[in-house]
């Protein structure tokens, strides 16, 4: 009983990364996709975006990922849910980091 005292405060802790955005995420090849954004935390810099074979893509924004729409550099609060875009990601492991994301409409 003592153990499981010790380790539910980590559990609890951990549970947001397993559980985040209420549902699965999936983790797909390096490449270039397009989607709908599903989800945008500002707070994480992170989005969710839904690809047209249904996966779910989780993505925390690095401070080298590029922001684009219409050819210019633009701020992330320009992301909204429901917009659609374009998004070149590294398969890092069981990660995925965004090198790119532009903005399509």
Same mark, same amino acid.
């Given at each position: #009983?003592?153990?499981? *005292?010790?380790? #539910?405060?980590?559990?609890?802790?951990?549970?947001?990364?397993?559980?985040?955005? /209420?549902?699965?995420?999936?983790? &797909?090849?390096?490449?270039?996709?397009?989607?709908?954004?599903?989800? !945008?935390?500002?707070?994480? =810099?992170?989005?969710?975006? *839904?690809?047209?074979d249904d *996966? &779910?893509?989780?993505?925390?924004?690095?401070?080298?990922?590029?922001?684009?729409?219409? +050819?210019? =550099?633009?701020?992330?609060?320009?992301?909204?849910? +429901? /917009?659609? $875009?374009?998004?070149? !990601?590294?398969? !890092? /492991?069981?990660?995925?980091?965004? $090198?790119?994301? =532009?903005?399509?409409?």
């Amino acid at each position: #009983m003592k153990i499981a *005292k010790l380790f #539910m405060p980590a559990l609890v802790a951990a549970a947001p990364l397993f559980y985040s955005c /209420g549902e699965k995420t999936d983790v &797909v090849e390096s490449g270039t996709y397009q989607g709908v954004i599903q989800e !945008v935390e500002p707070e994480k =810099t992170e989005i969710y975006v *839904k690809t047209a074979d249904d *996966k &779910v893509l989780e993505l925390y924004f690095t401070d080298s990922t590029t922001l684009t729409k219409n +050819g210019e =550099t633009v701020a992330f609060d320009q992301l909204k849910e +429901g /917009g659609k $875009v374009e998004v070149q !990601v590294e398969k !890092v /492991g069981q990660r995925l980091d965004p $090198v790119a994301v =532009t903005i399509l409409e």
